[in-house]
Nanobody
Framework: QLQLVESGGGLVQPGGSLRLSCEASGFTLDSYGIGWFRQAPGKERELVARITSDGSTNYADSVKGRFTISRDNVKKTVYLQMNSLKPEDTAVYYC??????????WGQGTQVTVSS
């Protein structure tokens, strides 16, 4: 069974840090682009960060300088290091693996809550 499993979410105070993990099961990530998305209540899902198969990265303006995406193909895992967290970062975070032409997988999501 091909799936992605996110972990690492939780409750953190403003200014704190979390590291999310996205582990692939049933397939390898080497040839996939991996994105971290988030969806807050009442809002559309948005792209937070993405890393291509060759390691190029891009970030949403709202998280630049605070979040870092990385990948470990041997461990079949992609990470999202989140620092200086703000209440507006509160959302369910999802990882997505895509590869042309049609491969597209989503994880089940992990909740991140930033609150004092």
């Amino acid at each position: 069974q091909l799936q992605l499993v996110e972990s690492g979410g939780g409750l953190v105070q403003p200014g704190g840090s979390l590291r999310l993990s996205c582990e692939a099961s049933g397939f390898t990530l080497d040839s996939y682009g991996i994105g971290w998305f988030r969806q807050a209540p009442g809002k559309e899902r948005e792209l937070v960060a993405r890393i291509t198969s060759d390691g190029s990265t891009n970030y949403a303006d709202s998280v630049k300088g605070r979040f870092t995406i990385s990948r470990d193909n041997v461990k079949k895992t992609v990470y999202l290091q989140m620092n200086s967290l703000k209440p507006e970062d509160t959302a369910v975070y999802y990882c997505n693996a895509d590869r042309l032409p049609l491969d597209d997988y989503w994880g089940q999501g992990t909740q991140v809550t930033v609150s004092s």
